[in-house]
């Protein structure tokens, strides 16, 4: 494997002060979420540079062994009770790996933000609620919170007061709206700062979750 995962990056502006990494769901890539920058409205936001990163392909037990982009294997529908844990934490590095970057690249990380959609919120929690410095955000789309019985024991206290974005579909059948409850009620019984919001949609992205990703941004990068 290359030093990093590959990725496509996008600026909402010349010379970003802040970072997004945005990770995509199983079997999608990381053009999958490429066209929603130019819906949000992030005019009062500094300058942005999205991180779009490419998941490792890998056989999906769920899928009968087919190959496809997915950040960790998906062994069986109850997805609380068989987790792929060699892999989520593997994939974890591979973030840790970007995060590092961005902060190479000038961004400090307290302007980095972990943002994905199912596996790819999966992959946000798992990787910010660990991560050693503190975040700008995670947003957490449509998924849940992985290895949920370690999170006590190695979550790190730089990302205690995180604000965390957590919305799910109400209609969802593929992570039913049960597990995301779940989450959230763990995070908060851990004390975390969550905005959560349902919408009447299955295991998508619609208009009104749009508009509350703009408006969570802008609250939390804006200057």
């Not at 999906?60 to 997805?79: E, F, K, P, Q, S």
């Not at 302007?111 to 955000?137: K, N």
């Amino acid at each position: 494997m290359s030093q990093y995962l590959t990725t496509i990056e996008l600026e909402s502006a010349p010379q970003a002060t802040a970072s997004i990494i945005w990770m995509h769901g199983l079997g999608a890539d990381a053009n999958d979420f490429v066209p929603i920058v130019k819906e949000l409205d992030l005019r009062a936001c500094p300058p942005i540079r999205f991180v779009f990163p490419n998941a490792p392909t890998m056989p999906v037990t769920i899928n009968g062994g087919y190959v496809m982009r997915a950040w960790y294997d998906i062994l069986g529908t109850d997805i609380a009770r068989r987790e792929d844990e060699a892999g989520l934490r593997q994939s974890q590095g591979e973030i840790e790996k970007l995060i590092g970057r961005e902060i190479e690249r000038g961004i400090p990380a307290h302007r980095i933000i972990l943002a994905g959609f199912s596996q790819g919120c999966a992959m946000t929690l798992q990787t910010g609620l660990r991560y050693p410095q503190q975040l700008g955000g995670m947003l957490c789309l449509s998924g849940y919170v992985p290895l949920s019985e370690h999170i006590a024991a190695e979550r790190h206290p730089a990302n205690q007061n995180t604000p965390i974005f957590l919305v799910h579909g109400v209609a969802d059948p593929v992570i039913p709206l049960q597990r995301a409850e779940q989450s959230r009620q763990l995070l908060e019984q851990c004390g975390y700062q969550i905005e959560w919001h349902t919408y009447p949609m299955p295991h998508s992205v619609c208009a009104e979750e749009i508009v509350d990703i703009g408006n969570w941004l802008t609250k939390v990068l804006a200057d």
